[in-house]
T-cell receptor, first 116, second 113 residues
Framework: GAGVSQSPSNKVTEKGKDVELRCDPISGHTALYWYRQRLGQGLEFLIYFQGNSAPDKSGLPSDRFSAERTGESVSTLTIQRTQQEDSAVYLC??????????????FGPGTRLLVL | AQSVSQHNHHVILSEAASLELGCNYSYGGTVNLFWYVQYPGQHLQLLLKYFSGDPLVKGIKGFEAEFIKSKFSFNLRKPSVQWSDTAEYFCAVNAGNNRKLIWGLGTSLAVNP
């Protein structure tokens, strides 16, 4: 079956513009996660969805960042008024959702965002 | 705050050498521990994980890791590496029922044929 897919694979934008990043999880996975990896740093958790609700959004760095999920499927991460420090690889992962924190998270290829 | 430390940032080995990559975490309660690998041009994928039971866990491609609670460690090992093991290796932890993973900075492994 298909894995986690993300689009676009690369995005170059100008400082101050808004961007939307999309994630399509594995079919049937009710849990979905967003992480980001800035150059030279480890992955940072951003937000977790269970179904369409987000029980943990503690990693969103500012109110410029928001995410939604619809139909227990696709998720969109939106960054408003992008800043150069937002440049990073944004990774999406999904998991079954029924076995809690022990579940394997399956990762997509990421979206590489560059803010000029 | 929880954190994960990976001691080796870059490792270079010859084929057939033994590998041990260190991972330490800071959290006093129940943890779930993961090693992920990213081969060149590919997605992150799970190598192995530990959440309970036998502290020596075996994963794909001959990798294993040992959870030592008293040392807050979860080191990754492989007795004999191959060129195809060249990749970036990440240790990650989540605490108790918390789903969010806390990640180390990763270790870049290069295996020379």
């Amino acid at each position: 079956g298909a894995g986690v897919s993300q689009s676009p694979s690369n995005k170059v934008t100008e400082k101050g513009k808004d961007v939307e990043l999309r994630c399509d999880p594995i079919s049937g996975h009710t849990a979905l996660y967003w992480y980001r990896q800035r150059l030279g740093q480890g992955l940072e958790f951003l937000i977790y969805f269970q179904g369409n609700s987000a029980p943990d959004k503690s990693g969103l760095p500012s109110d410029r960042f928001s995410a939604e999920r619809t139909g227990e499927s696709v998720s969109t991460l939106t960054i408003q008024r992008t800043q150069q420090e937002d440049s990073a690889v944004y990774l999406c992962a999904s998991s079954l959702g029924s076995a809690g924190s022990q579940e394997t998270q399956y990762f997509g290829p990421g979206t590489r965002l560059l803010v000029l | 705050a929880q954190s994960v430390s990976q001691h080796n940032h870059h490792v270079i080995l010859s084929e057939a050498a033994s590998l041990e990559l260190g991972c330490n975490y800071s959290y006093g309660g129940t943890v779930n521990l993961f090693w992920y690998v990213q081969y060149p041009g590919q997605h992150l994928q799970l190598l192995l994980k530990y959440f309970s039971g036998d502290p020596l866990v075996k994963g794909i491609k001959g990798f294993e890791a040992e959870f030592i609670k008293s040392k807050f460690s979860f080191n990754l090992r492989k007795p004999s590496v191959q060129w195809s093991d060249t990749a970036e290796y990440f240790c990650a932890v989540n605490a108790g029922n918390n789903r969010k993973l806390i990640w180390g900075l990763g270790t870049s492994l290069a295996v020379n044929p």
